[in-house]
């Protein structure tokens, strides 16, 4: 089956830093999505973006499909972005096992 | 709009008792999925149901586990017995479900946190 690989596994940054995390795929996939698990654990949508850029306020991500990754950028961070993020892709809906970001005051 | 709807959102029992967790998807929506995750961890995808129809449970444990989705819109993810290594989170989500190309972005709920004591 897919394989999927996000890095860093952990990434701690000064509030107002930027950030840009990376999801692998093993094989091309037509389904990713980005999520943010809050401390809460509910996990919400950021981008569902199997090719192209998209923007959404202090987020964007870049999927590059014909070479199988995603890149996930976070501007201008705010503690309230702190949690985990996770891409997921493929018929069988595989998640990465996350970026865990804390983000200080 | 409603989003995914789950219940209860917590649950303790016992090993070898029975449990049941209940999703009401997003009006529409004819995608469900049922998935695990264990802490530190994401999640795992046990069953997906087309309508009523379920189309992969290729990861569903059917010794202990079963699902349904008799109407084709709320579902019901069953344990019996629950073991202790059942303690997770079991997360249910949805989505348009189109086509294969379209429609595939999936919604998740809140998600049932189960404690096998």
């Known amino acids: 089956g897919i394989q999927v690989e996000q890095s860093p596994p952990d990434l701690i940054l000064q509030e107002g830093a930027n950030s840009t995390l990376r999801c692998n795929f093993s094989?091309?996939?037509?389904?990713l999505q980005w999520f943010h698990q809050n401390p809460w654990g509910q996990l919400i949508n950021l981008f569902y973006?199997?090719?192209g850029t998209k923007q959404n306020g202090r987020l964007s991500a870049t999927t590059v499909a014909t070479e199988r990754y995603s890149l996930l950028y976070i501007s201008s961070s705010q503690t309230t972005d702190s949690g985990v993020y996770f891409c997921?892709?493929?018929?069988?809906?595989?998640f990465g096992a996350g970026t865990r970001l804390f983000v200080k005051a | 709009e409603a989003g995914v709807v789950q219940s209860p959102r917590y649950k303790i029992i016992e090993k070898k008792q029975p449990v049941a967790f209940w999703c009401n998807p997003i009006?529409?929506?004819?995608?469900l999925y049922w998935y695990l995750q264990n802490l530190g961890q994401g999640p795992e995808l046990l069953i997906r149901?087309?309508?009523?129809?379920?189309?992969?449970d290729s990861q569903l444990p059917k010794d202990r586990f079963s699902a349904e989705r008799l109407k084709g819109v709320d579902s019901t993810l069953k344990i019996q017995p629950a073991e202790l290594g059942d303690s997770a989170v079991y997360l249910c989500?949805?989505?348009?479900?189109?086509?294969?190309?379209?429609?595939?972005?999936?919604?998740f709920g809140p998600g049932t946190r189960l404690t096998v004591l």
């Open positions: 989500a949805s989505s348009l479900g189109v086509s294969e190309h379209s429609g595939n972005e999936q919604f």
């Open positions: 094989d091309s996939v037509n389904n």
């Open positions: 973006i199997p090719s």
């Open positions: 997921s892709g493929g018929f069988k809906t595989i």
């Open positions: 009006s529409g929506h004819n995608t």
């Open positions: 149901y087309e309508n009523e129809e379920a189309v992969d």
